[in-house]
């Protein structure tokens, strides 16, 4: 259930920039993003393999053009990063589709 969840909340050819992958490239459609999302998710494919996300999103902002979203909002980890996230949504048959996700971590934050 949950991979179908995760898969139907992005458009079939959605973009991702993450930045915990070794290779820094772009991730097009449902298929390279699910790959890619099952290496750093194991709990997809074995649920007692987890990786514990906490996300506690701060300074959420959403900015609405029509059928076009933007939310961006910073993660606080425990390590001190500070991490961005961007979120770009499209309003497709009434539902709200991820069209990109952009991910970035600055170090050492104080």
Do not use: C
Not at 17 to 31: D, L, M, V, Y
């Amino acid at each position: 259930m949950t991979g179908r969840i995760f898969r139907n909340s992005f458009s079939s050819d959605a973009t991702i920039f993450f930045p915990s992958w070794e290779e820094g490239k772009r991730r097009i459609g449902q298929k390279e993003i699910e790959e890619t999302w099952l290496e750093i998710f194991p709990e997809f494919i074995d649920s007692t393999k987890k990786f514990e996300l906490k996300i506690d999103p701060k300074n959420i902002f959403m900015q609405l053009y029509g059928n076009t979203a933007i939310v961006t909002f910073h993660l606080v980890p425990k390590d001190n990063y500070l991490s961005r996230r961007t979120l770009v949504l499209i309003k497709e048959k009434e539902e709200w589709k991820i069209v990109h996700l952009h991910a970035s971590t600055l170090s050492g934050r104080k």
